[in-house]
């Protein structure tokens, strides 16, 4: 992705500290360890990359909302969102093992300062277990961004080779949701505030804006959008082919998510965008 890096622990405070003072209100922070094991232990440890970096971001921008995402994709080497066994050519996410893994990161990045912490697995059953466990080890006030609706799609793979996380086997066809299927993502919303979520996340955007609105409709919480790397890819390649003003065109994608209910919207664009608003101003 043109303009999309990966930071290092070094790095990392000083590019929040531009960011917040450009205008960005929120950072959400994805790790890649220096290296990954079946149990995703890189996810969780004290020192890991994200738990480092939330310490230096607090300490150099203490204003700027530190959110990280909870997953365990990007820390297996397996490249799934959970524990899995393998049967032959099959292979199966143990659900009950992920979430237990999931909540103790959940944990960690709360211990390292995390203002909230966003579980993106789409695991049964994980944002009870992580609000549960953050509030037995004393993080009571530490808010959940559930990616309540994440859908099984196609739009992630430049975000999935930066990240390098791309499933050795298999998809995650089995535990993201059906394009196709509005409704359930309408249920999975329920389920995850029921279990204690703060607000909640549609994930990708564009392609979704209907869920987006229904979403907002239905349950009048706090609604995130995300504009995915798929869709800043498309964007970004056509305005650097001439095709399309890019300016214009990230300021009209960002403005029909608002449109559709979003209360924020995650996306690459970020930096671009508040510089844009400020020339605006």
């Known amino acids: 992705m043109p303009g999309v890096h990966q930071y290092g622990e070094n790095e990392i405070a000083s590019i929040a500290q531009r960011a917040h003072e ?21 996810a969780y440890a004290e020192n890991g990359v994200v738990q480092n970096a939330v310490r230096q971001i607090k300490k150099r921008a203490p204003d700027l909302t530190v959110i990280t995402d909870v997953c365990l994709c990007e ?16 292979f199966h996410v143990l659900n009950d093992e992920s979430v ?43 808010g959940i961004m559930s990616y309540a609706a994440k859908f099984a799609s196609v739009f992630y793979g430049p975000f999935r080779d930066a990240a ?23 249920r999975e919303v329920a389920l995850d505030l029921d279990e204690g979520a703060d607000m909640v996340m549609v994930k990708p955007a564009l392609p979704y804006l209907d869920i987006v609105r229904r979403v907002k409709k239905r349950f009048g919480v706090p609604t995130f959008a995300y504009q995915v790397s798929g869709e800043y890819a498309m964007l970004k390649a056509a305005a650097l082919n001439g095709w399309l003003d890019e300016r214009a065109c990230v300021i ?30």
């Open 22 to 42: 450009s205008g960005v209100q929120a950072v959400l922070l994805f790790g890649i360890p220096k290296s990954k094991d079946e149990q995703a232990s890189g």
């Open 75 to 90: 820390y297996t080497s397996h490249g799934h969102c959970g524990v899995v066994r393998l049967d032959g050519e099959h």
């Open 100 to 142: 237990e893994l999931i909540a103790k990161t959940a944990v960690s990045h709360a211990a390292a300062g995390a203002d909230l912490v966003a579980p993106s697995d789409m695991m049964d059953g994980r944002i009870g277990a992580v609000r549960a466990t953050l509030d037995q080890a004393g993080f009571d006030q530490t």
């Open 164 to 186: 390098e996380s791309p499933p050795q086997f298999g998809d995650r066809r089995s535990y993201q949701m059906d394009p196709a299927n509005a409704d359930e993502a309408l």
């Open 252 to 281: 009209e994608a960002l403005t029909s998510i608002r449109r559709a209910g979003a209360d924020a919207v995650l996306t690459y664009f970020a930096l671009d965008v508040a510089k844009w608003l400020r020339e605006q101003s």
